[in-house]
């Protein structure tokens, strides 16, 4: 099973950031934390990784807490093409586990 | 940018036929995926292969799966003889090294019928 825990809807207004929680309570040491997108049916598009520190790159940044027990998805500038589901997932093995996701509705 | 590629993008079949399912990973990555997603469900590894071996599978990928690397692109899933439940999405995913970030296909829907 999954080894995180997200909210399984937000909303977010076009323009605004927006925030998307992960709990991760059991994560260890070596694990990274990884965030997909799965728009509509399509393939999962990857977004950001981390493993301690706070990540940034073109699509969004990434906020791990110190004690790795949580995270936070941030995707600045929200937009409509935004809209999907959001997963973040724990990563102990070369697959990965998926798990529900967050559904981010992005609204004009 | 470099993309996986995944043909067909829908196939339908009778239930007991044959499928196989074609990726083309990115070129200089050597370790492929497959995974599924059932309509209205998660998304669910099934296999992972890597110097044209299976390195890892769930119990979903029982005996009427199977996986290979026909040529120096292709990364094929085959499915012998398929039943109703594998109607699902199929996904192609590759990476560089085993604990680097896999990139996925656009998938392959499969409706038996």
């Known amino acids: 099973d999954a080894k995180t825990t997200q909210p399984p809807s937000m909303d977010c207004a076009e323009g605004r950031a927006a925030n998307l929680p992960c709990n991760h309570s059991t994560i260890s040491g070596n694990e990274y934390v990884y965030w997909y997108r799965q728009i509509h049916s399509q393939g999962p598009q990857y977004i950001i990784h981390g493993l301690k520190n706070n990540e940034t790159n073109e699509m969004a940044s990434l906020i791990i807490t110190e004690d790795r027990k949580s995270s936070t998805l941030i995707l600045p500038h929200a937009t409509l093409r935004d809209t999907a589901v959001y997963y973040c997932i724990v990563r102990f093995t070369d697959k990965l586990i998926f798990g529900t996701g967050t559904r981010l509705q992005v609204f004009p | ?113």
């Open chain 2, 1 to 113: 940018e470099p993309e996986v590629t995944q043909t067909p993008s829908h196939q339908v079949t009778q239930m007991g036929q044959e499928v196989i399912l074609r990726c083309v990973p990115i070129s200089n990555h050597l370790y492929f995926y497959w995974y599924r997603q059932i309509l209205g469900q998660k998304v669910e590894f099934l296999v992972s292969f890597y110097n044209n071996e299976i390195s890892e599978k769930s119990e979903i990928f029982d005996d009427q799966f199977s996986v290979e690397r026909p040529d120096g692109s292709n990364f094929t899933l085959k499915i012998r003889s398929t039943k109703l439940e594998d109607s699902a999405m199929y996904f192609c995913a590759s990476s560089v090294d085993r604990q680097e970030t896999q990139y996925f296909g656009p998938g392959t829907r499969l409706l038996v019928l």
